[in-house]
C-alpha cells in the first residue's frame, strides 16, 4: 500500500444509492484490470458516505477487490454540523482525490431518504397541489445538501495535502436533472422537483465561478444520468419510451467515461448521460 497522503482517492457521497453502487462497482473493476500495468505500491482508496452506519464492498456488489483497493466508510445524517464533522475525519486519511460522485436526491416520498413518518411527497400535477413542506424537503434534499458539501470540500480541495495541480484534476460530478433546465421546460408540472434542481444547477455555476480562481484543476459537472431503473423513478417508468429505461449499471459507465475525458475549463459543465451539454 502507497503513502496515504499520495493515494488516489475517490469520494462517494450518497453512496446506497444504485448509480453509486455501480459506480463503486466499475471504479473497483477497472483498479482491478489496470493493477497488472501500475506500480506494486500503486492503490486506490473509496471513501463512502450515506446514512447507512456501515457500508462493505463486498456486500454492496459484485466487484474484483484487491489488496491495493482501501475502503473507509462514514455515515452522515445530510446535517450541515454532519457534513463539516465528516469532510474534517476524510481530510485527515484521504491522499489525493480524483473523483467526487455526490447521488443524493429525492422525488417522491417512496425514495429511502425520506422518513415514512414524513406526509407524502409526490410531484406536483397542478399548482394548486403545490405545498410548503414538500417544497422545503425537495429544496434541502436536492439543492441544500450539495453545496453544503461543496462547501465543506472546498476545504479540504484546498489543502496542500490534498490541492490538485499540473495535469492533475479532481472532477466533481452532481446528479442532476434535464427537468432542472429552465430554457427546456415546455411541459410544465413538477414544480418543486424542477425548481430545486435548477437551483442546484445554479450553485453548481456559481461555485464553478470562485474554482475558476481557486482550484483552477477542479471541474465541476451536473450530471443528468437519464431515466434510471432506480428507486426516484420506478412510479414513472410506464411511459418511459422501449430503450430510454436505462440500468445503473449503464449510467455509471457512462460518467466513468466522461469524468476519465473532460478536462477542467474554469466552468461547470451540464451533460447528459451522452456526455452532450443541456441548455442551462
Known amino acids: 500500500m502507497s503513502d496515504s497522503t499520495t493515494t488516489e482517492t475517490i469520494i462517494v457521497i450518497g453512496a446506497s444509492s444504485l448509480i453509486a453502487q455501480a459506480f463503486i462497482e466499475q471504479t473497483c473493476n ?15 482508496q473509496i471513501i463512502t458516505i450515506s446514512r447507512q452506519a456501515s457500508i ?11 489488496d491495493s483497493i482501501n475502503h473507509q466508510h462514514f455515515n452522515c445524517d445530510y446535517q450541515q454540523a454532519s457534513i463539516e464533522q465528516c469532510v474534517t475525519d476524510i481530510a485527515a486519511i484521504a491522499g489525493n482525490v480524483t473523483r467526487i460522485v455526490m447521488c443524493n436526491g429525492i422525488l417522491h ?14 410531484p406536483e400535477k397542478r399548482i394548486e397541489d403545490i405545498d410548503a413542506h414538500s417544497l422545503e424537503q425537495l429544496f434541502y434534499a436536492n439543492s441544500i445538501v450539495p453545496m453544503l458539501w461543496l462547501s465543506a470540500l472546498t476545504s ?6 490534498h490541492k490538485v495541480s499540473g495535469e492533475q484534476k479532481c472532477v466533481i460530478s452532481i446528479l442532476s436533472a434535464r427537468v432542472g433546465s429552465i430554457s427546456d421546460n415546455r411541459l410544465g408540472g413538477w414544480y418543486g422537483y424542477r425548481a430545486s434542481k435548477a ?13 475558476a480562481r481557486r482550484l483552477k484543476r477542479v471541474k465541476l459537472i451536473a450530471f443528468h444520468p437519464g431515466t434510471t431503473d432506480t428507486p426516484l423513478s420506478k412510479p414513472f417508468q410506464a411511459n418511459v419510451p422501449p430503450g430510454k429505461l ?5 449510467v455509471a459507465s457512462q460518467l466513468h467515461q466522461i469524468m476519465d475525458n473532460i478536462e477542467p475549463d474554469g466552468e461547470a459543465s451540464y451533460l447528459d ?4 451539454p443541456i441548455n442551462w
Not at 477497472?30 to 486506490?44: D, F, I, R, T, V
Not at 436505462?246 to 449503464?250: A, D, L, R
Open 273 to 276: 448521460w451522452q456526455g452532450e
Open 246 to 250: 436505462f440500468t445503473p449499471t449503464f
Open 30 to 44: 477497472q483498479h482491478a484490470k489496470q493493477q497488472p500495468n501500475l506500480p506494486a505500491a500503486e492503490s486506490l
Open 199 to 211: 437551483a442546484l444547477n445554479m450553485l453548481i455555476k456559481t461555485t464553478a465561478v470562485e474554482y
Open 109 to 122: 416520498s417512496k425514495n429511502q431518504q425520506i422518513s415514512t413518518k414524513e406526509p407524502g411527497l409526490m
Open 156 to 161: 479540504l480541495l484546498s489543502q496542500a495535502r
Open 56 to 66: 462493505k464492498l463486498p456486500e454492496l456488489m459484485d466487484c474484483e477487490l484487491t
